[in-house]
């Protein structure tokens, strides 16, 4: 006997966990499946982002960053720590508790809101008159049958492997892996300069791992404005200590008994290079397979990615699907936000998305964050605009903070002032981006933001400068 809803989703991560509760919230029976598992073997919701991604990669940066303060910032307070040690099972077990406890408040939020958890692997059977017919196994064998009217594919995305090399997470890591590595190995390596190469090799150079990363843009990090990029490869060479290769071509990839051999080829030179480990970080890849998409004819986009509209709707009726498994930025809050678009466009409401305002975040120290256009996309779009930079070196505030260092820039149009874009790098820019974000949503001025009231001493001032130089009337620049 089938169990009948309103609304199945399928894949417990930020898009769908967030789906479901929308949905529920609007009054439809709703059920969220997913597969995941956590290394004792029991099911734990939040998908990649809670379980191997967002929140375990930030819990080991604040570690790492813990363990550099108090052997290099601590001094310059007047307190003496002598022989810091790092215990990294202790750091793995405090990773741990953080996703246990996140996992559990799903839960608990599924049952708040009658979202019926079901764990397993769904996979859409067909379709029975107005309702679609997904089958969910574990372990291979069939556990449920559900049917429903709507279904919200959120399955999410997987690690992009380099082609001929198998990750086993011993030697060659993905994300899991970087996460997990019981000991500071001595020589790391990472395939790919983005955004987990720069996390994840920040914290285990900050934990004592000589790290390497090869990169195959000659571009770094060329989806953020090249000005906040240019200053961002600097600190992390000079003072994060990543020896960052750009432009490497990479070669044959052999992973021995107790090291990986890569070689590559940089400016016309072929070079290899010896790894205690190794981490794979070149993309990801969207989860398609095993979906039965085949099976009831759901379209899939020339990259893999489930094909949808502007409001996540798929070739199917009332089949949606949302996050990493469609275009778009692989990001939690994008995945949540179509989530919730789609759960109220299924309701009859008119919810909107902007994807001109999903900020970024790069968690490396310090941090790195932007919201809108670049100065390059601007100037490939022709578009007339003007700016205002300034930097955190006098700010009273980072001062204090021990964080002196970054630049905020401020784009706007040139002629009505609308605000464009802000790029940041600096002392929890994650957070600052924010008012980015909502000055931009407001469609605010330059000048809005120069007009405000920012307090002081506080890391926001400097959004406060950077608005007022934009205008040419900086009072500290
Ligand atoms: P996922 O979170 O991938 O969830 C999909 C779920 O569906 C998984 O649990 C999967 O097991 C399950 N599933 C798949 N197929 C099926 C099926 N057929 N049946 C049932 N279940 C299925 N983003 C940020 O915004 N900020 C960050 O700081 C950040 N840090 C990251 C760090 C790392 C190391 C990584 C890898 C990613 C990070 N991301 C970050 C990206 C973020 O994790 C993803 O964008 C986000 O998780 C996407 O959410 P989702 O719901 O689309 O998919
Ligand atoms: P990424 O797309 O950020 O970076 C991959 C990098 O690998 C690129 O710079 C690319 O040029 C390079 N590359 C690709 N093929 C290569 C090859 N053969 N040799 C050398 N370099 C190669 O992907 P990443 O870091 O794997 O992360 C996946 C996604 O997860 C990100 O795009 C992001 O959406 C999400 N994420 C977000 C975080 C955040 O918001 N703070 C943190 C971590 C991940």
Request: proline share 3%; with cysteine; aromatic share 6%.
């Amino acid at each position: 006997m089938s169990q009948q809803f309103d609304v199945v989703v399928i894949g417990g991560g930020p898009g769908g966990y967030v789906a479901a509760i929308r949905a529920a919230q609007l009054g439809f029976s709703a059920a969220c499946v997913d597969a995941f598992k956590n290394p004792e073997g029991k099911p734990s919701l939040g998908g990649t982002c809670l379980n191997v991604g967002c929140i375990p990669s930030k819990a080991l940066l604040q570690s790492s960053e813990n363990f550099h303060a108090v052997q290099h910032d601590f001094a310059k307070h007047g307190i003496s720590v002598s022989g810091a040690k790092m215990d990294v099972g202790q750091m793995l077990s405090r990773k741990t508790d953080i996703i246990n406890k996140n996992a559990a408040g799903i839960g608990f939020l599924f049952k708040k809101n009658k979202v019926a958890n079901i764990h397993g692997l769904a996979a859409f059977k067909g379709r029975q008159g107005e309702k679609w017919v997904i089958e969910v196994t574990d372990g291979g064998k069939v556990v449920d049958t559900l049917e429903a009217v709507h279904v919200i594919v959120a399955t999410g995305s997987s690690p992009r492997a380099l082609p001929g090399l198998a990750t086993d997470n011993q030697l060659v890591l993905d994300n899991e892996g970087a996460l997990a590595l019981t000991a500071v190995p001595k020589r790391l390596g990472v395939i790919g300069a983005g955004v987990i190469g720069l996390e994840m090799g920040s914290v285990w150079k900050r934990l004592g791992a000589e790290v390497t990363i090869l990169e195959a843009a000659p571009t770094f990090l060329a989806a953020a404005d090249q000005q906040i990029a240019k200053e961002a490869f600097k600190t992390l060479t000079k003072d994060t200590g990543l020896d960052i290769k750009l432009g490497v071509k990479i070669g044959e990839v052999k992973a021995g008994k107790k090291s990986v051999s890569v070689s590559y080829e940089l400016n016309g030179e072929a070079v290899k290079a010896e790894f205690d480990k190794l981490i794979v970080s070149i993309g990801r890849v969207p989860n398609t397979q095993g979906l039965g998409a085949e099976t009831v004819g759901l379209a899939l986009d020339e990259r893999g990615f489930v094909a949808v509209d502007d409001h996540c709707h798929t070739n199917l009726p009332n089949v949606w699907a949302i996050g990493d498994v469609v275009r778009g930025p692989m990001l939690a809050h994008k995945a949540s936000e179509e989530g919730v678009a789609v759960a109220e466009r299924i309701a009859g409401q008119k919810p909107h998305v902007d994807f001109g305002v999903i900020p970024w975040v790069i968690y490396t120290s310090p941090e790195i964050a932007w919201v809108g256009k670049t100065e390059e996309q601007l100037k490939a779009e022709g578009v007339e605009y003007k700016k205002g930079t300034s930097g955190f070196g006098a700010n009273g505030r980072a001062l204090g903070l021990g964080q002196a260092q970054g630049t905020v820039k401020i784009l706007a149009d040139a002629k009505t002032d609308r605000i464009l874009g802000l790029h940041m790098i600096g002392p929890m820019v994650s957070e600052l981006v924010s008012e980015g974000v909502v000055s931009m949503e407001f469609k605010a001025a330059s000048e809005d933001l120069a007009r405000i009231v920012h307090a002081h001493p506080s890391l926001s001032e400097v959004i406060h400068e950077a608005a007022l130089a934009a205008d040419k009337r900086a009072l500290h620049g």
